[in-house]
């Protein structure tokens, strides 16, 4: 497929997809562009994190190992389309789950070993990663740590074979695996078009609808969230006091947003706050735990997006009363229950003002 090109004053051109010759251009895109992936057409809102290129097992390295914001684990393996038998992935990709599986037992040896891993090659550590990049701490950490060792010991991943195209035969046998098993299997096609040196990816989901269906069962581990779900849950964790200013901000949301989607989270309800005229992804997170968190990390690929992004940090900035990191285009900036709900009146004034 071709697509076509048009700058203003010049006349409109065609551009071929461009052929990827090696596996080293989709391992680095993930790498760097993890967010781009579709995973939020599965799971609304998916925040998706690389700890690890090459994560070691004893059936072979599997090509990237990553985590969204609920601490489920994601294994993904890239391959060309011009290997013989694309096939062979699927089962490459299930053989490196089940060799973490086998491996792993205990949820403190995994933790350990993934700490044992960043620090070598990163000099970071689990929790420094994503407090970082989530802006996670105390509790929520903590939290955070104990899913994710806990999903990997039960052997529940997220497997995902990124290629440069996706034959009909392996979008049948995706379908078909999710269709009858307890596996979640994705396949991620990237068209990739070069265009003098910009670069222009098209990335396309397939096994969504089977897998969807597999998050909502009972099998799955995961819950099917609503508002009613969701606030039965933060009143459980909540004083009266922050569980009004939630409550106040998600009335807010639900008025004025085009969209409030609830997430899959295993542990903790989630509901997020989109405007589609600022971008496609949600604005800000909220969970029943009470974190707020601001998706900045999204608002940077569009120049309006990133506009706004500008104007959203400088006018919380002005208010001091939410720290803005000066990082926080790569971040996704997270408050805690006690830091924002004193201030949810004024929180919802300054979106209010931006968003109109």
């Known amino acids: ?28 895109y993930i790498d760097e562009h993890p967010d781009t992936l579709p995973f939020d057409q599965l799971k609304p809102d998916a925040k998706i994190l690389v700890l690890l290129r090459e994560f070691p097992t004893v059936s072979g390295p599997v090509d990237a190992f990553a985590v969204d914001a609920d601490g489920d684990a994601y294994l993904i393996e890239t391959k060309l389309y011009k290997n013989p038998d694309k096939r062979l992935v699927l089962a490459q990709v299930l053989d490196y789950g089940a060799a973490i599986w086998r491996t792993y037992r205990d949820p403190e040896q995994f933790g350990e070993r993934l700490d044992e891993l960043l620090a070598a090659r990163t000099q970071r550590t689990l929790a420094d990663r994503v407090q970082t990049f989530y802006g996670f701490s105390g509790n929520t950490l903590t939290q955070f740590r104990s899913d994710l060792t806990k999903n990997v010991v039960a052997g529940r991943f997220r497997f995902v074979v990124l290629m440069d195209q996706v034959d009909e035969r392996l979008k049948d046998l995706i379908a078909y695996v999710n269709a009858n098993s307890a596996f979640e299997i994705l396949g991620v096609a990237l068209d990739f078009y070069a265009e003098g040196d910009i670069h222009i990816l098209i990335p396309t989901l397939h096994g969504a609808e089977a897998t969807r269906q597999a998050v909502m069962s009972s099998s799955s581990g995961r819950r099917r969230w609503d508002a009613l779900a969701f606030f039965a849950d933060a009143e459980t964790r909540l004083t009266p006091e922050q569980l009004a200013a939630v409550r106040r901000l998600h009335a807010w949301a639900a008025a004025h947003a085009d969209a409030v989607r609830y997430g899959t989270g295993t542990q903790r309800g989630s509901f997020n706050a989109g405007f589609t005229r600022i971008h496609v992804r949600s604005v800000f997170t909220v969970y029943s735990d009470g974190t707020l968190t601001l998706n900045f990390r999204w608002l940077t690929s569009t120049p309006d997006a990133d506009a706004w992004a500008e104007r959203f940090a400088a006018e919380l900035g002005r208010a ?29 004034e300054v979106i209010g003002r931006l968003t109109t």
């Open 1 to 28: 497929m071709s697509i076509i090109v048009v700058r203003p004053g010049m006349p409109a051109h065609r551009v071929e997809r461009t052929v990827i010759q090696q596996e080293s251009y989709l391992q680095q």
């Open 320 to 348: 001091q009363w939410l720290p803005i990191p000066a990082d926080f285009k790569d971040r996704f900036v997270s408050f805690t229950t006690a830091e924002w709900t004193p201030h949810v009146g004024e929180f919802i």
